[in-house]
């Protein structure tokens, strides 16, 4: 399975499922990422790492590992994500240890709520 030091993401497929789209908005993601100063890396997994049932070079699109330099850049990354959910209009999933955040267009309250409570599960002790 993907490596449990830094959060994966995965960029959810519209209805229509269009890879190429989808791998554009992950790069796009990916940038935005890349520019947080806690975020040491930000790339796809290796193809036999994704979890789930897709196969293929395919299976690796919309995902992303996120290496970071603090566990403090965690709540940066949420945050730049949940910007670019936002604007997107897209799903995005932020996974750390089987734990899942699903962020998608609710309002920014309950987005907040969810997010506190993520956060809090993976606060330094």
């Known amino acids: 399975m993907i490596d449990s030091n830094g959060p994966t993401l995965h960029v959810l497929p519209a209805g229509d499922g269009d890879p190429e789209e989808l791998a554009e908005l992950t790069g796009d993601l ?7 100063d806690d975020v040491l890396s930000a790339g796809p997994p290796p193809p036999e790492d994704v979890p ?10 919309g995902w992303l590992v996120v290496q970071l330099g603090t566990l403090e850049g965690l709540r940066a990354v949420v945050d730049a994500v949940r910007s670019w ?4 209009g897209r799903t995005v999933e ?10 998608t267009a609710v309002t920014a309250e309950q987005q907040q709520r969810i997010i506190d409570a993520w956060l809090a599960r993976h606060a330094a002790p």
């Open 94 to 103: 932020i996974s750390i240890d089987g734990d899942t955040l699903k962020l």
């Open 85 to 88: 959910v936002s604007r997107s």
């Open 30 to 36: 990916r940038g935005e990422l890349l520019d947080l």
């Open 52 to 61: 789930g049932t897709a196969k293929g070079l395919g299976a690796v699109v």
